[in-house]
């Protein structure tokens, strides 16, 4: 899968957000093969609060701004379906607030890069049809996935109740 990733307002001094945004992504492949169809491309947004609170409303209906955005293109039994031969195929869009993750990071205690890698893996589980929203065991299979992504990245449980 291809990135096509924008940074916009996020300090390139303190990390390298595209190369984070490709290490995620490469991690999460591990855990979800589909993300590593090479029809597939995806277009990661590093922006400001502002900007995913105006995303939030118009596409959510909800006025405030939030860490991370995923807006898929494809189902997941779409995604399962597409051969690795043929033409590009847009899986969807993430959207991540400078501001509220730097401020979140703060309050778990993680650098802004650890919480931001675990956004951007859970962003991808999101465009690949994985959901926690249904119910408990839908959300637990999306954080086994998570933590075992994070892992690859040496980065810990971020939900801190499992081994």
């Not at 993300?35 to 922006?47: K, Q």
């Not at 607030?97 to 951007?120: D, F, I, M, P, S």
């Not at 049809?129 to 959300?139: L, R, S």
């Amino acid at each position: 899968m291809d990135l096509d990733i924008e940074v916009d307002g996020w300090p390139s001094a303190e990390t390298d957000w595209a190369d984070l945004a490709e290490r995620a992504h490469a991690a999460a492949e591990t855990v979800e093969p589909a993300l590593a169809n090479p029809r597939l491309t995806a277009s990661v947004l590093f922006t400001v609060d502002d900007e995913v609170q105006a995303l939030n409303k118009e596409w959510r209906a909800k006025d405030r701004p939030t860490n991370v955005l995923s807006f898929p293109m494809l189902s997941r039994d779409a995604l399962l379906g597409l051969a690795p031969e043929g033409g590009p195929e847009m899986l969807g869009d993430i959207a991540l607030a400078y501001e509220t993750c730097q401020r979140e990071a703060g309050e778990k205690g993680v650098t802004l890069a650890q919480h931001t890698a675990h956004l951007l893996v859970h962003g991808l589980l999101h465009l690949a049809g994985h959901d926690h929203v249904e119910n408990d065991e839908q959300a637990a299979a999306m954080e086994r996935l998570e933590i075992a992504a994070l892992a690859k990245l040496d980065i810990a449980d971020p939900y801190g109740d499992r081994d």
